[in-house]
Protein backbone atom coordinates (compact mmCIF):
# COMPACT_ATOMS: atom_id res chain seq x y z
CA UNK A 1 0.00 0.00 0.00
CA UNK A 2 0.98 3.49 -0.59
CA UNK A 3 2.24 5.49 1.97
CA UNK A 4 1.35 8.54 -0.12
CA UNK A 5 -2.61 10.07 0.59
CA UNK A 6 -4.54 10.27 -2.86
CA UNK A 7 -3.86 14.35 -3.07
CA UNK A 8 -0.55 14.27 -2.17
CA UNK A 9 0.63 14.47 -5.65
CA UNK A 10 -2.56 16.24 -7.00
CA UNK A 11 -0.36 19.36 -7.98
CA UNK A 12 3.48 19.76 -7.19
CA UNK A 13 6.06 21.97 -8.41
CA UNK A 14 9.15 19.95 -10.67
CA UNK A 15 12.34 20.29 -9.28
CA UNK A 16 15.19 22.26 -11.18
CA UNK A 17 18.50 23.01 -10.50
CA UNK A 18 19.23 26.43 -10.38
CA UNK A 19 15.89 27.48 -9.52
CA UNK A 20 13.75 24.87 -6.59
CA UNK A 21 16.02 26.36 -3.89
CA UNK A 22 14.63 26.70 -0.39
CA UNK A 23 13.98 30.86 -0.90
CA UNK A 24 11.96 29.97 -4.05
CA UNK A 25 9.91 27.20 -2.43
CA UNK A 26 8.85 30.18 0.73
CA UNK A 27 7.77 32.50 -2.37
CA UNK A 28 5.96 29.63 -3.92
CA UNK A 29 4.45 28.53 -0.87
CA UNK A 30 2.51 32.02 -0.04
CA UNK A 31 1.17 31.37 -3.76
CA UNK A 32 -0.37 27.72 -2.75
CA UNK A 33 -0.74 26.53 0.65
CA UNK A 34 -1.23 22.57 -0.86
CA UNK A 35 0.83 22.62 -4.16
CA UNK A 36 3.61 19.77 -2.74
CA UNK A 37 7.26 21.71 -3.40
CA UNK A 38 10.75 19.62 -4.29
CA UNK A 39 14.25 20.48 -3.52
CA UNK A 40 16.92 20.69 -6.35
CA UNK A 41 18.35 17.34 -6.79
CA UNK A 42 21.07 16.78 -4.22
CA UNK A 43 23.56 13.88 -4.60
CA UNK A 44 23.90 11.27 -2.25
CA UNK A 45 27.89 12.03 -2.61
CA UNK A 46 26.93 15.39 -1.63
CA UNK A 47 25.05 14.02 0.93
CA UNK A 48 27.05 11.74 2.52
CA UNK A 49 30.60 13.90 2.04
CA UNK A 50 29.21 17.87 2.08
CA UNK A 51 27.83 20.27 4.20
CA UNK A 52 24.52 19.38 5.20
CA UNK A 53 23.22 22.41 6.72
CA UNK A 54 23.72 24.40 3.48
CA UNK A 55 22.44 21.03 0.95
CA UNK A 56 19.44 20.23 3.17
CA UNK A 57 18.04 23.39 5.23
CA UNK A 58 14.46 24.65 4.80
CA UNK A 59 12.08 26.46 6.32
CA UNK A 60 8.84 25.17 8.13
CA UNK A 61 6.68 27.05 6.03
CA UNK A 62 7.75 25.04 3.22
CA UNK A 63 5.87 21.93 3.73
CA UNK A 64 4.91 19.83 2.30
CA UNK A 65 8.26 19.89 0.34
CA UNK A 66 10.23 16.31 -1.09
CA UNK A 67 14.21 15.80 -1.36
CA UNK A 68 14.69 14.56 -3.93
CA UNK A 69 18.20 12.09 -4.44
CA UNK A 70 20.12 11.86 -7.11
CA UNK A 71 22.23 8.34 -7.16
CA UNK A 72 22.33 4.70 -7.72
CA UNK A 73 24.07 2.60 -4.86
CA UNK A 74 21.15 1.49 -2.57
CA UNK A 75 23.19 1.94 0.58
CA UNK A 76 24.75 5.49 -0.34
CA UNK A 77 20.43 5.91 -1.14
CA UNK A 78 19.29 4.52 2.22
CA UNK A 79 21.36 6.59 4.40
CA UNK A 80 20.65 9.62 2.73
CA UNK A 81 16.94 8.63 2.99
CA UNK A 82 17.47 8.52 6.70
CA UNK A 83 18.96 11.64 6.93
CA UNK A 84 16.36 13.31 4.87
CA UNK A 85 13.85 11.80 6.79
CA UNK A 86 15.49 13.37 9.80
CA UNK A 87 15.77 16.87 8.45
CA UNK A 88 12.10 16.71 8.38
CA UNK A 89 11.31 15.86 4.72
CA UNK A 90 7.55 14.93 3.89
CA UNK A 91 8.86 12.34 1.11
CA UNK A 92 11.99 11.38 -0.91
CA UNK A 93 12.32 11.26 -4.41
CA UNK A 94 14.96 9.24 -7.25
CA UNK A 95 15.53 11.19 -10.08
CA UNK A 96 15.86 9.01 -12.87
CA UNK A 97 14.85 11.44 -15.38
CA UNK A 98 17.78 14.50 -15.16
CA UNK A 99 19.80 14.01 -18.70
CA UNK A 100 23.05 16.04 -17.95
CA UNK A 101 26.35 14.68 -19.02
CA UNK A 102 27.31 15.07 -15.27
CA UNK A 103 24.66 12.82 -14.37
CA UNK A 104 25.29 10.24 -16.84
CA UNK A 105 28.61 10.06 -15.64
CA UNK A 106 27.56 9.64 -12.06
CA UNK A 107 25.42 6.96 -12.93
CA UNK A 108 21.85 8.56 -12.04
CA UNK A 109 19.65 10.38 -13.86
CA UNK A 110 17.66 9.50 -16.75
CA UNK A 111 20.88 6.68 -17.96
CA UNK A 112 19.21 4.44 -14.75
CA UNK A 113 15.65 4.11 -17.14
CA UNK A 114 18.07 1.60 -18.88
CA UNK A 115 18.84 -0.38 -15.44
CA UNK A 116 15.36 -1.12 -13.85
CA UNK A 117 16.32 -3.23 -11.37
CA UNK A 118 18.82 -1.21 -9.59
CA UNK A 119 16.51 1.58 -9.17
CA UNK A 120 13.99 -1.06 -7.97
CA UNK A 121 17.39 -1.97 -5.09
CA UNK A 122 17.32 1.46 -4.52
CA UNK A 123 13.65 2.06 -3.86
CA UNK A 124 14.00 -1.07 -1.69
CA UNK A 125 16.66 0.05 0.25
CA UNK A 126 15.27 3.46 0.86
CA UNK A 127 11.93 2.26 1.80
CA UNK A 128 13.11 0.08 4.64
CA UNK A 129 15.25 3.02 5.85
CA UNK A 130 12.77 5.54 6.39
CA UNK A 131 8.68 5.71 6.78
CA UNK A 132 8.51 8.48 4.35
CA UNK A 133 6.67 7.65 0.75
CA UNK A 134 9.66 7.30 -1.57
CA UNK A 135 8.54 8.23 -5.28
CA UNK A 136 10.65 7.94 -9.10
CA UNK A 137 10.38 10.59 -11.60
CA UNK A 138 11.41 9.21 -14.73
CA UNK A 139 11.45 9.77 -18.15
CA UNK A 140 9.38 7.60 -20.70
CA UNK A 141 12.46 6.13 -22.41
CA UNK A 142 16.05 7.29 -23.29
CA UNK A 143 17.67 7.36 -26.73
CA UNK A 144 16.72 3.90 -28.66
CA UNK A 145 14.78 2.44 -26.17
CA UNK A 146 10.95 1.82 -26.98
CA UNK A 147 8.79 4.19 -24.78
CA UNK A 148 6.04 1.78 -23.81
CA UNK A 149 8.63 -1.37 -22.84
CA UNK A 150 11.32 0.92 -20.94
CA UNK A 151 8.27 2.78 -19.09
CA UNK A 152 6.71 -0.51 -18.46
CA UNK A 153 9.76 -2.34 -17.16
CA UNK A 154 10.99 -0.03 -15.32
CA UNK A 155 7.51 0.86 -13.59
CA UNK A 156 6.86 -3.04 -12.83
CA UNK A 157 10.61 -3.24 -11.03
CA UNK A 158 9.76 -0.51 -9.19
CA UNK A 159 5.83 -1.95 -7.71
CA UNK A 160 7.63 -4.58 -6.60
CA UNK A 161 10.15 -2.84 -5.07
CA UNK A 162 7.28 -1.15 -3.20
CA UNK A 163 7.41 2.40 -4.30
CA UNK A 164 5.35 4.73 -3.43
CA UNK A 165 4.38 6.44 -6.51
CA UNK A 166 6.03 7.40 -9.80
CA UNK A 167 6.24 11.60 -11.62
CA UNK A 168 6.79 10.51 -15.19
CA UNK A 169 7.91 13.18 -17.92
CA UNK A 170 6.03 11.96 -20.62
CA UNK A 171 8.84 12.85 -23.27
CA UNK A 172 12.22 10.27 -23.75
CA UNK A 173 15.58 11.34 -22.86
CA UNK A 174 17.88 11.74 -25.59
CA UNK A 175 21.59 11.39 -23.65
CA UNK A 176 23.63 11.61 -27.21
CA UNK A 177 22.87 14.45 -29.71
CA UNK A 178 20.76 16.87 -27.13
CA UNK A 179 21.15 19.11 -24.84
CA UNK A 180 19.83 18.78 -21.36
CA UNK A 181 17.69 22.42 -22.86
CA UNK A 182 16.53 20.59 -26.05
CA UNK A 183 15.74 17.56 -23.81
CA UNK A 184 13.13 19.59 -22.70
CA UNK A 185 11.41 20.50 -25.50
CA UNK A 186 12.46 18.48 -28.73
CA UNK A 187 11.13 14.89 -28.00
CA UNK A 188 7.65 14.46 -28.41
CA UNK A 189 5.27 14.08 -25.38
CA UNK A 190 3.31 11.05 -25.08
CA UNK A 191 0.48 11.64 -22.65
CA UNK A 192 -1.16 8.77 -23.85
CA UNK A 193 1.28 6.05 -22.77
CA UNK A 194 1.28 7.95 -18.74
CA UNK A 195 -2.55 7.15 -19.10
CA UNK A 196 -1.99 3.75 -20.30
CA UNK A 197 -0.01 2.94 -17.74
CA UNK A 198 -2.18 4.02 -14.96
CA UNK A 199 -4.77 2.09 -16.59
CA UNK A 200 -2.24 -1.20 -15.96
CA UNK A 201 -1.40 0.43 -12.02
CA UNK A 202 -5.07 1.80 -10.70
CA UNK A 203 -3.88 1.70 -7.16
CA UNK A 204 -0.89 3.20 -7.72
CA UNK A 205 -0.31 7.24 -7.52
CA UNK A 206 0.85 8.55 -10.82
CA UNK A 207 1.64 12.40 -11.77
CA UNK A 208 2.62 13.45 -15.13
CA UNK A 209 5.00 16.25 -15.81
CA UNK A 210 6.35 17.67 -19.55
CA UNK A 211 4.86 20.93 -21.48
CA UNK A 212 1.89 21.89 -19.09
CA UNK A 213 1.29 25.49 -19.58
CA UNK A 214 -1.53 26.22 -18.12
CA UNK A 215 -3.76 25.56 -15.24
CA UNK A 216 -6.68 24.03 -17.50
CA UNK A 217 -4.44 21.77 -19.04
CA UNK A 218 -2.53 20.15 -15.72
CA UNK A 219 -6.62 19.73 -14.58
CA UNK A 220 -7.84 18.22 -17.75
CA UNK A 221 -4.97 15.87 -17.07
CA UNK A 222 -6.29 14.66 -13.92
CA UNK A 223 -10.00 13.87 -16.05
CA UNK A 224 -10.53 10.53 -17.78
CA UNK A 225 -10.58 11.25 -21.59
CA UNK A 226 -10.18 8.19 -24.88
CA UNK A 227 -6.47 7.72 -23.94
CA UNK A 228 -7.32 6.33 -20.61
CA UNK A 229 -8.31 7.04 -16.97
CA UNK A 230 -7.11 10.13 -15.14
CA UNK A 231 -4.28 10.79 -13.79
CA UNK A 232 -3.79 11.12 -9.96
CA UNK A 233 -1.24 14.44 -9.68
CA UNK A 234 0.26 17.03 -12.27
CA UNK A 235 4.09 18.55 -12.22
CA UNK A 236 4.68 22.09 -13.59
CA UNK A 237 8.47 23.11 -13.60
CA UNK A 238 9.27 25.60 -16.59
CA UNK A 239 5.61 27.43 -16.20
CA UNK A 240 5.40 27.13 -12.51
CA UNK A 241 8.68 29.01 -12.12
CA UNK A 242 8.91 31.19 -15.12
CA UNK A 243 4.89 32.63 -14.38
CA UNK A 244 3.99 31.98 -10.99
CA UNK A 245 1.46 34.10 -10.51
CA UNK A 246 -0.42 30.79 -11.82
CA UNK A 247 -0.04 29.40 -8.48
CA UNK A 248 -2.40 31.33 -7.00
CA UNK A 249 -5.06 28.91 -8.86
CA UNK A 250 -4.11 25.92 -7.43
CA UNK A 251 -5.60 25.54 -4.05
CA UNK A 252 -9.42 26.90 -5.32
CA UNK A 253 -8.94 24.42 -8.65
CA UNK A 254 -7.44 21.55 -7.00
CA UNK A 255 -7.77 21.60 -3.65
CA UNK A 256 -11.65 23.33 -3.10
CA UNK A 257 -9.77 26.02 -0.90
CA UNK A 258 -8.79 29.95 -0.80
CA UNK A 259 -5.41 30.52 -1.97
CA UNK A 260 -3.01 31.82 0.67
CA UNK A 261 -3.12 35.74 -0.48
CA UNK A 262 -5.84 37.36 -2.53
CA UNK A 263 -3.66 38.56 -5.40
CA UNK A 264 0.67 38.30 -6.40
CA UNK A 265 0.93 41.81 -4.78
CA UNK A 266 -0.84 40.69 -1.42
CA UNK A 267 1.81 37.81 -1.77
CA UNK A 268 4.87 39.92 -2.06
CA UNK A 269 3.67 42.13 1.00
CA UNK A 270 3.56 38.80 2.75
CA UNK A 271 7.28 37.76 1.57
CA UNK A 272 9.10 40.88 3.45
CA UNK A 273 10.00 39.07 6.58
CA UNK A 274 11.38 36.54 5.12
CA UNK A 275 13.35 38.91 2.97
CA UNK A 276 14.48 40.85 5.77
CA UNK A 277 15.83 37.54 7.26
CA UNK A 278 17.69 36.99 4.19
CA UNK A 279 18.95 40.38 3.92
CA UNK A 280 20.06 40.34 7.71
CA UNK A 281 21.36 37.04 7.16
CA UNK A 282 24.46 38.54 4.69
CA UNK A 283 23.09 37.17 1.54
CA UNK A 284 21.97 39.36 -1.32
CA UNK A 285 18.18 39.99 -1.74
CA UNK A 286 18.62 39.09 -5.17
CA UNK A 287 19.09 35.37 -3.85
CA UNK A 288 15.24 35.85 -3.17
CA UNK A 289 14.30 38.85 -5.62
CA UNK A 290 15.54 36.48 -8.54
CA UNK A 291 12.57 34.17 -7.88
CA UNK A 292 9.47 37.07 -8.50
CA UNK A 293 10.73 38.35 -11.69
CA UNK A 294 7.87 36.65 -14.02
CA UNK A 295 5.32 37.50 -11.15
CA UNK A 296 3.35 40.19 -12.82
CA UNK A 297 4.25 38.87 -16.53
CA UNK A 298 2.04 40.55 -19.14
CA UNK A 299 0.54 43.85 -16.77
CA UNK A 300 1.59 47.25 -16.77
CA UNK A 301 4.55 48.15 -14.80
CA UNK A 302 6.04 44.41 -15.02
CA UNK A 303 8.69 45.93 -17.12
CA UNK A 304 9.67 48.37 -14.81
CA UNK A 305 9.42 46.03 -11.65
CA UNK A 306 11.94 43.10 -13.50
CA UNK A 307 14.20 46.02 -14.51
CA UNK A 308 14.59 47.04 -10.97
CA UNK A 309 14.72 43.98 -9.53
CA UNK A 310 17.25 42.79 -12.19
CA UNK A 311 19.34 45.76 -11.52
CA UNK A 312 19.18 47.04 -7.98
CA UNK A 313 18.23 43.71 -5.76
CA UNK A 314 22.54 42.91 -6.98
CA UNK A 315 24.15 46.16 -5.84
CA UNK A 316 26.18 45.88 -2.68
CA UNK A 317 24.24 46.87 0.36
CA UNK A 318 21.23 46.60 -1.13
CA UNK A 319 18.49 45.86 1.44
CA UNK A 320 14.50 44.78 1.73
CA UNK A 321 13.66 48.36 0.18
CA UNK A 322 14.80 47.38 -2.86
CA UNK A 323 11.40 45.12 -3.70
CA UNK A 324 9.34 48.17 -2.39
CA UNK A 325 10.63 50.19 -5.48
CA UNK A 326 10.30 47.72 -7.91
CA UNK A 327 6.67 46.97 -6.37
CA UNK A 328 6.07 51.16 -6.66
CA UNK A 329 6.52 50.42 -10.54
CA UNK A 330 2.45 48.43 -10.27
CA UNK A 331 1.22 50.25 -7.94
CA UNK A 332 0.46 53.72 -9.63
CA UNK A 333 -1.02 51.23 -12.78
CA UNK A 334 -2.68 49.07 -10.67
CA UNK A 335 -4.72 52.24 -9.31
CA UNK A 336 -5.76 53.69 -12.47
Not at 98 to 115: H, I, K
Not at 157 to 171: E, N
Amino acid sequence: MSRLKPEDLRFSVAPMLDWTDRHCRVFHRLLSRRARLYTEMVTTGAILHGDRKRLLDFSSEEHPVALQLGGSEPEALATSARIGEDWGYDEINLNCGCPSDRVQNGRFGACLMREPSLVAEGISAMRAATKLPVTVKCRIGVDDQDEEEALFTLAEAVVKAGVDGLIVHARKAWLKGLSPKENRDIPPLNYPLVRKLKAAYPALPIAINGGIGTIAEANALLKANEDGPGLDGVMLGRAAYLTPGMLLEVDPVFFGQAAPHGDAMEALEALFPYLEQVVAAGHSPHALTRHVLGLFQGQPGARGFRRILSTDAVKPGAGAQVLRDAMAQLRPRAAA
